[in-house]
Nanobody
Framework: QVQFVESGGGLVQAGGSLRLSCVASISTFRAKAMAWYRQAPGKQRERVASITIASTTNYVDSVKGRFTISRDNAKNTVYLQMNNLKPEDTAVYYC????????WGQGTQVTVSS
């Protein structure tokens, strides 16, 4: 069973930065496209960034130019560098495969104050 452990969230002022990490307990991590998702209170979970096995990246429009997804296959870890954070980025952030077929981890809370 695949497990994801997210970390790195916190409380930050608008304009600040955070770097999220997600460790995946999967032996085939390097063969798996990964993604970061977020869920704000009262809203559906949305995918904000993805990265293929060739490290091609894709972002939802609202975070383009501010967020950067990356991966370290040697560490089974995917990262999300978040810069110029805005209050609307406040959410619980999760990682999962690109198709989100595995179970969800506990996520990491990101709170951006104005």
């Amino acid at each position: 069973q695949v497990q994801f452990v997210e970390s790195g969230g916190g409380l930050v002022q608008a304009g600040g930065s955070l770097r999220l990490s997600c460790v995946a307990s999967i032996s085939t991590f390097r063969a798996k496209a990964m993604a970061w998702y977020r869920q704000a209170p009262g809203k559906q979970r949305e995918r904000v960034a993805s990265i293929t096995i060739a490290s091609t990246t894709n972002y939802v429009d609202s975070v383009k130019g501010r967020f950067t997804i990356s991966r370290d296959n040697a560490k089974n870890t995917v990262y999300l560098q978040m810069n110029n954070l805005k209050p609307e980025d406040t959410a619980v952030y999760y990682c999962n495969g690109l198709l989100a077929l595995e179970g969800w981890g506990q996520g990491t809370q990101v709170t951006v104050s104005s």
